[in-house]
Every structure is written in C-alpha cells, then in structure tokens.
C-alpha cells in the first residue's frame, strides 16, 4: 500500500493547505510499529495447549486402530512442535490473528508510542509557532494517529481531529491511501481555519511538504 502512494498528489495537497493557515502538516505512512513477538509466543501457547488437549483426550477415549502412533511418547511430541510452529507462524503473519492475540488496547498503546517517536524522528517540532501537526499511519495495527505541537494544541481539541483520521481510514478501507491522505489534509486546513491558527504575512513552508515512509523496506502492506 505504500509503494502505491501518490507521493505528487499528496504534496500538493500539503503544499495547497498550508498555504491557508500557519500550520506545518506532516504524513508519516509506516508498515507498522512494532513486531509482535509477544504475538508470536501467545500463538505458539494457544496451539500447544489446543493440540495437548486434543491429544490427551484421544489418548483418553480413543480405542480404534488407526492412531497408534500418537501413543508413542514421540507422536505426543511430534504433534506438540507442529501445533507451536503452526501457531507461531500464523501469528507472525496472518495480521488479524496477530491483532487479536495482542489485543486492542496494547495496540494503541504501541501506536502511540511509535507515533511519538515519529514525531521526533521527523523534527514535526520544529517550527516557529510550534505549529507542527503529524498525521500518523500505522498500516499493519490499522491505527492513525493525529499530534499537534503546542501551538496547535493551544487552538484545537483533540476530539476535533476524528472526522480526519475517519477519512484516512475509509481511505484505507477503499484500498486507496492516496485519496484518504489528500482529503485528510485538506479537512486539516479547514479546520485549522475555522480555530484561527492563521498564517503570518512573513510565513515561510519549514517542514517538508512529502509523505514519510520510514520503515517501508521492512514490510510494505
């Protein structure tokens, strides 16, 4: 979904918005914010103990001739190391399963955090007015995330901000990032309007007007 970014349109409409108010807007599209491992061994845990139990409940109740292997101690084994590969490979990379092993509340926690980190990693800080605003999305976790520097915060409402992550996500429902991001930032520049955080006479473009991808080479959804 990255690679198909329209890195032009997307400027533009950076470039178009900011040219009605002071503020400095910054997309960052990343692949996703963290690993998981802890997925991973929660998948291995959960088919462990689903083929243990299985197991030992055929071992239990199971009289026919056709299993005789699984009463060896090596065919219990054999039957546990499958069902932990499976298990941790399908929550590496099946990304619902991995979500849901997880759990919402961590993933927000992580996407924040990472989002954070963007915001510094990419100096979104470094204006005059404090007047940066990080448009953050964290693909894999399907989260986004909307932070304003002080001298946005001064003028907007957090809660303002959910009519512009809702249009990033339909876009990514859409399967088209492009069209969320562009009309993302264009709702950021009306909004930005309508609470007065107005451009100065003397105002200069100080932050980048391109979509940031760290992290695409890694994983690219």
Not at 7 to 33: C, K, L, N
Request: hydrophobic share 45%; proline share 3%; with cysteine.
């Amino acid at each position: 979904m990255i690679d198909g970014l329209d890195q032009d349109r997307i400027r533009d409409a950076v470039g178009r918005a900011e040219e009605r108010t002071a503020g400095e807007i910054v997309p960052v599209v990343v692949p996703r914010s963290d690993d998981y491992e802890v997925a991973v061994w929660r998948g291995v845990g959960a088919a462990t103990l689903v083929v243990l139990t299985g197991v030992l409940l055929t071992l239990q109740f199971y009289d026919g001739w056709g299993l005789g292997w699984l009463f060896a101690p090596w065919g219990v084994a054999l039957s546990v190391l499958v069902a932990g590969t499976v298990g941790g490979v399908l929550a590496r990379y099946v990304y619902p399963l991995q979500r849901l092993l997880v759990e919402s509340d961590r993933l927000d926690e992580i996407v924040h955090r990472r989002a954070m980190q963007a915001f510094v990693e990419e100096e979104v800080f470094d204006t005059r007015d404090r007047t940066g605003i990080l448009l953050f999305v964290s693909l894999r976790e399907h989260r986004i995330e909307v932070l304003g520097d002080a001298g946005i915060n001064r003028q907007v409402e957090p809660d303002d901000w959910a009519n512009v992550v809702a249009r990033i996500q339909r876009g990514i429902q859409n399967n088209n990032l492009t069209d969320g991001l562009v009309e993302a930032v264009e709702m950021c520049g009306g909004l930005l309007e309508r609470k007065g955080v107005d451009i100065r006479p003397d105002d200069e473009n100080e932050l980048t007007d391109s979509v940031r991808t760290p992290g695409r080479e890694a994983d690219d959804e």
